[in-house]
């Protein structure tokens, strides 16, 4: 497989594409009464899965452990939204079912893989990433499976391939800006390394 598809994937696991991405799927679920609770719980998974994320790579930026410098933020999003897409999909008509269970799976498999495959994060990075996904998704998961959403519709699916082919190439930097806060807390002794 060449360099170039390799990164085309890693890229779908970017905050440009998924960002747009998880907020099209909160839009859905608040357009649907019923589907409150599980929106509400959407959008604070969501900011513990970018929160956690960030303020791993602040720390290892200035605490390094054993190879890990940065906890992949493509690895978490990616398990988070993709994983929430698939959870959602259960209830989805026949096509759309599959198109979201393929997206949530298989996307996400693929783009831990590349992370690693492009030495972008080594393979703990990208295990302590998905492990904050998986935190993230578990409360969301376990409030559908108690209280089902209304089955995804076509304009759903539409939306969410229309913002992943849009903004598929586009790049959101925010680990510079991680770095530099994780050294500007360094350099005024603040010794938060454990």
Same mark, same amino acid.
């Given at each position: +497989? ?157 939306v969410i391939l +229309? ?27 603040a010794n938060i390394?454990?």
């Amino acid at each position: +497989m060449g360099l170039s598809i390799i990164k085309f994937i890693s890229d779908f696991g970017d905050l440009a594409v998924l960002l747009p991405i998880a907020a099209a799927i909160q839009v859905w679920l608040l357009r649907a009464p019923e589907a409150r609770r599980q929106a509400a719980i959407w959008a604070i998974s969501l900011l513990f899965c970018c929160g956690a994320t960030a303020l791993l790579k602040i720390y290892f930026s200035v605490c390094p452990y054993n190879g890990i410098n940065s906890p992949s933020g493509h690895a978490a999003l990616s398990v988070f939204v993709y994983g929430g897409l698939s959870v959602v999909g259960r209830r989805a008509q026949h096509i759309l079912k599959f198109i979201l269970q393929a997206a949530g799976a298989g996307l996400t498999v693929a783009i831990l893989a590349t992370r690693v495959i492009l030495g972008a994060h080594t393979v703990a990075e990208v295990l302590i990433g998905s492990t904050i996904g998986l935190i993230a998704l578990a409360p969301f998961a376990w409030t559908v499976i108690r209280h089902p959403v209304p089955s995804p519709t076509k304009s759903l699916v539409i939306v969410i391939l +229309m913002i992943a082919l849009i903004l598929h190439d586009e790049d959101v930097r925010v680990e510079g800006l991680l770095r530099f806060l994780g050294s500007y807390l360094h350099s005024f002794g603040a010794n938060i390394c454990l």
